[in-house]
């Protein structure tokens, strides 16, 4: 009997399983899961065709949609390692990580939020290094690097479908699933090493946990990009046999028609997405009784909206989860049966053949109720960085512990909770900001002399960014024009929402400036 522990196999075990069941819903395509595993090879076939081999990786920088999931699942049947990119990234962005991964070929948007990313790239690599297939159509002018979706589809009409499934069914849990790619405080990329067996192993029991079940309706509003749109999302839906209904664009509007007239059951995000859902002027009259499950997590949400998730959106189960790109995307959840108060102030208990750990600065491992790095042990911690030795042995000390630079304390009952982090990320809208990233491009306006940016409190956000600006002699700058300047050189959720221009940063005695000071002159 063949284990299931790749999503190929998934994907040939969910075909017997779910039969005739609606495995995606994008718009005019409806594709069942006995169909899937056949869709899903025209596309490994088409990329063996195109020369991609087993390790090689393969890029995607598009939106949520079912080209986007077929794209994935035929370059993991090929032996490929997807590399997932944010649609929000500019092109230069979006380079750096083609370039860091050795990415051989690039699935794209034709169109997205009217960026032609197809063009983007093209202007940034010679026609013989990087292949783009588009996902959807281009309007512009014909590209030699790009082909479109159908005429990459049947450059594998010459490929042996034996042999092809022969390959895809040979992948195992031992194989990459993914190389994602995350920002620490250097502001580098680092890309996350991980395997298709420990993602299959920690979302069974994701699903188990919030209880869904063949034929529920799950609209995935969270990107395709991020474990929580790919892990939690779609792959979770293979196995348990829901339908996957993408959303490219959160849009509250859309999403209150979604829910009523596309029947939706499960419906995981931040709290800024039930907050919006909360605050939309069609909530009393909106039909929103098919809703049962939303999964949530942040540091801190307040109690109160676990209730009216529950009172005015009609969720059955609301939870919360925790984990982070280095150990798959997930490490605690909470169990549906928990109290509103603890899934508020918590996220939840280790997940099974998961350990967390509250250790001190010097790797002793602290009791119950003490405060410490949160630190994690298990099948699901990534198998290192991508070419970075020394920032993997940095991450995951000598006895595996994978310290996650989040504080926290566990209590006697095993549930964890994030006080704050060691390092200066913070959350806007659901995505991770790094202060060093936002500060390297600042850095190259010529009228700043230094910047620091932190993180600051915000109803509909969550956080967003605050920069604190010293200006050069003789240079001027003001909030509109910096904000602007920023939205030209960096993805949106990175554009600091407010400047403080200051006559001089507050330095410690090694000349490092400190932040704790900034946030008092907020």
């Known amino acids: 009997m063949t284990v299931i522990d790749s999503v190929p196999r998934l994907v040939f075990a969910a075909a017997k399983k779910y039969g005739d069941l609606c495995a995606i819903e994008d718009g005019d395509i409806n594709i069942s899961y006995r169909d899937l595993p ?173 209880g869904i079940v063949p034929g529920d309706r799950y609209l995935v509003i969270n990107p395709f990009f991020h474990s929580f749109g790919y892990k939690a999302g779609w792959v979770s839906c293979l196995l348990a046999g829901a339908t996957i209904l993408p959303q490219s664009v959160f849009d509250a509007d859309e999403v209150f028609s979604r829910i009523s007239n596309d029947k939706i059951t499960v419906l995981p995000g931040p709290p800024t997405l039930y907050l919006s859902l909360l605050a939309h002027p069609s909530l009393a009259t909106a039909d929103l009784s098919s809703l049962r499950v939303a999964v949530t997590g942040a540091a801190t949400i307040p109690p109160v909206l676990i209730e009216r998730m529950r009172s005015q959106l009609g969720f059955d189960v609301v939870t919360t989860a925790y984990g982070l790109t280095e150990c798959g995307g997930l490490a605690t959840i909470c169990d549906t049966s928990t109290d509103n108060e603890t899934i508020a102030n918590t996220s939840g208990r280790a997940i099974a053949g998961t350990q967390v750990a509250i250790m001190s600065a010097d790797g002793e491992h602290l009791p119950a109720g003490a405060t410490g790095e949160i630190c994690i042990h298990g099948f699901h911690v990534m198998k290192g960085y991508f070419e970075q030795p020394e920032a993997t042995a940095q991450a995951i000390d000598a006895q595996g512990w994978l310290h996650t630079g989040d504080v926290g304390h566990v209590d006697e009952n095993g549930y964890l909770s994030i006080t704050d982090r060691l390092k200066d990320m913070y959350i806007s809208g659901g995505f991770n900001c790094y202060p060093a990233e936002i500060e390297a491009v600042l850095a190259q306006h010529p009228a700043i002399a230094q910047s620091a940016v932190v993180g600051i409190s915000d109803e509909r956000m969550g956080e967003v960014g605050c920069a604190f600006i010293t200006l050069k002699p003789d240079h001027t700058t003001n909030q509109a024009d910096l904000i602007g300047w920023c939205k030209e050189r960096m993805a949106n959720y990175r554009v600091p929402r407010r400047v403080e221009i200051i006559p001089a940063m507050p330095l410690n005695a090694s000349n490092k400036i400190v932040k704790a000071e900034l946030f008092k002159l907020i």
């Open 38 to 210: 056949q869709r899903s090879i025209d596309v490994c076939r088409a990329l063996i065709a195109e020369g991609i081999q087993p390790g090689d990786r393969v890029a995607i920088w598009g939106c949520n949609s079912a080209s986007w999931i077929l794209a994935a699942i035929g370059l993991q049947m090929a032996g490929a390692v997807l590399v997932p990119i944010n649609t929000r990234m500019k092109a230069v962005e979006a380079a750096d990580i083609i370039q860091r991964s050795g990415a051989k070929l690039v699935f794209s948007e034709g169109d997205f939020l009217n960026n032609d990313f197809p063009a983007q790239l093209s202007a940034l690599f010679e026609s013989s290094q990087l292949a783009i297939v588009t996902l959807t159509p281009r309007a512009g002018e014909p590209l030699g690097s790009c082909c479109d979706w159908t005429s990459f589809l049947s450059k594998g009409n010459n490929v042996s479908l034996d042999s092809t499934l022969d390959l895809a069914m040979s992948i195992t849990g031992d194989d990459l699933s993914d190389l994602m790619f995350t920002s620490g405080t250097t502001g580098k990329p680092k890309g996350v090493m991980s395997r298709h067996g420990s993602m299959i192993r920690a979302f069974s029991v994701f699903i188990e946990t919030l």
